[in-house]
């Protein structure tokens, strides 16, 4: 099922832990609308802006896989309003770079991580928090 022009809901759901741990990370339906907003109103903007393939390495979480790979409880991975996503070939904080300094957008919390940007999408309500992981301020 395709979210949007270059994403499919497959990207979102896959996961590795899931399928060692066999934990069914199927989303709800409320999940899916999130995701179909984030690739929309954030997503699909990134990709064709950056012009290269997006990859999605963590997208929507169940409780059980976000509680399985030690994400907070309050994660919106858990509610399909997040991804962590990288750029084949593109350092992660020249991503976040690009995508901070974009104009047409509006994001709820990007995160800078060494190897990966998250990125949240909330409706109505976003906060353009733009915040460094410990691993990267190493405060
Ligand atoms: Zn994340």
């Not at 979102?12 to 179909?36: C, H, M, Q, W």
């Not at 919106?76 to 084949?88: C, F, L, S, Y």
């Not at 976040?96 to 509006?106: A, C, H, L, P, S």
């Not at 800078?112 to 909330?122: A, D, E, M, P, Q």
């Amino acid at each position: 099922m395709n979210l949007s022009k270059d994403f499919t809901l497959e990207e979102f759901v896959r996961s590795d832990t899931a399928k060692r741990l066999g934990i069914d990370n199927t989303p709800t339906e409320l999940a899916v609308a999130y995701l179909i907003l984030l690739c929309h109103f954030l997503l699909q903007p990134v990709r064709n802006h950056i012009g290269k393939p997006v990859r999605v390495t963590s997208g929507y979480r169940c409780p059980k896989l976000n509680a399985a790979v030690s994400g907070v409880s309050t994660s919106q991975h858990t509610e399909g309003k997040a991804a962590d996503i990288t750029v084949p070939g593109m350092p992660a904080c020249d991503l976040f770079d690009r995508i901070i300094t974009m104009k047409e957008i509006e994001f709820d919390q990007i995160i800078l991580y060494k190897t990966f940007v998250h990125i949240s999408f909330n409706l109505g309500k976003n906060r353009k928090q733009i915040l460094y992981s410990k691993e990267v301020s190493g405060k």
